[in-house]
DNA sequence: CTGTATCCAGCTCGATACTG
DNA sequence: CAGTATCGAGCTGGATACAG
């Protein structure tokens, strides 16, 4: 059998891949390692997501064995996101992400602001 | 000064998120990691990805300063691509998280099958 | 070999309105 | 509070043809 390989289009690692490979999954996830959340404070967590991609992205991400949807069956209603562990475990390497994102956003802002300077010469 | 936040969607760090939340960026800087690679090599070791999404891709990545495009200036043409320093930084994260796709896309796929099979019982 | 240019079908995603 | 349903503008990205 074949090793599972993310550069083999075919392979499930490839569907893994593009799972996370999301921007909304990629806040997401790592905004439940500091635990449960519900669905209004997530949506007030993240700038920018609308209900609909919250909706969404969590279910996928349920879908998937990532993330763990509890209902607490009461009126009004009160759901709770949590990670799995394997979402717990993914988490971490998204989170390494993210910082690399906070931490190097300046280098990038420069490198485009030269780039862009360097084609009207 | 506020501290760069990917949560904010205003703040510089999102964009840099966003760029590197591409299936085809978390495959091609993994694959430059282990040395300079040609138009075609890359073309050939990424199953899947068009030409066009190739070049687009890397432009964005040169872009953004992660990585270096090295014309030979010869007839035919020789062109390389190599990860950057700051590149190269990015590119061991990703590799994680390549790692970690294809460690677990078989568990990725039983709960996707386990959760399918509990829509319709 | 390493691109560029164009077309356009299909998907994404925000906005909005509604429900239990 | 926590969703669902629907609409449609706009973006994505593959296919194809062409070029230096």
Redesign the interface.
């Known amino acids: 059998m074949a090793?599972?390989?993310?550069?083999?289009?075919?392979?499930?690692?490839?569907?893994?891949?593009?799972?996370?490979?999301?921007?909304w999954a990629?806040?997401i996830l790592p905004?439940l390692s500091a635990g449960p959340m519900r669905n209004s404070a997530l949506l007030r967590?993240?700038?920018?997501i609308s209900q609909k991609m919250l909706t969404q992205t969590l279910k996928d991400l349920?879908?998937?064995?990532?993330v763990i949807r509890r209902d607490m069956q009461t009126v009004p209603p009160h759901v709770e996101y949590s990670l799995s562990k394997?979402g717990a475990?993914?988490s971490e390497?998204?989170i390494?992400?993210?910082l690399?994102?906070?931490?190097?956003?300046?280098?990038?802002?420069?490198?485009?602001g030269?780039?862009?300077a360097g084609l009207r010469p």
């Open positions: 090793a599972p390989n993310v550069y083999d289009s075919a392979c499930s690692a490839r569907l893994a891949l593009e799972l996370i490979a999301s921007k990629m806040l905004a967590k993240i700038g920018g349920e879908r998937n064995g990532l394997l475990s993914l390497a998204l390494t992400l993210d690399w994102a906070e931490r190097y956003s300046d280098d990038l802002d420069a490198a485009r030269r780039f862009d």
